[in-house]
């Protein structure tokens, strides 16, 4: 019963990653200039979390490719979301006269 669960779990974390990254595409196709920086960086956060979910589902023991590979990938995904808001908290700054 746990381990359906967990499985439920992962398979809903990916398909809403997934679904993130096909909208996050479409946002970006769409927008221009510091908006687009933002949702770059947003969309690359996202694809980072996804790749790092994806590596958690091959993880063996004893194998060392991915004992850093997806640790590392979250770190980037928490790296890249910072830099996403950043910009949208600077752009929004700007457009309120702030800067």
């Known amino acids: 019963m746990n381990q359906n669960l967990e499985l439920i779990a992962k398979a ?6 997934l679904l993130a990254i ?4 479409g946002v970006v196709w769409r ?3 510091k908006l687009d ?3 770059k960086l947003f969309l690359a956060a996202v694809i980072a979390f996804f790749a790092g979910e994806v590596m958690g589902l091959f993880y063996i023991p004893g194998t ?3 004992v850093y590979a997806a640790p590392a990938a979250k770190i980037l995904f928490a790296l890249l979301f910072l830099a ?3 910009e949208m908290r600077n752009m929004i700054r700007r457009i ?3 800067k």
């Open 84 to 86: 996403g808001m950043a």
């Open 96 to 98: 309120d006269g702030e």
């Open 22 to 25: 096909i909208f996050g595409f």
């Open 31 to 33: 927008v221009e200039k």
């Open 64 to 66: 060392s490719f991915l």
């Open 37 to 39: 920086v933002s949702f």
């Open 12 to 17: 809903i974390i990916l398909a809403a990653s």
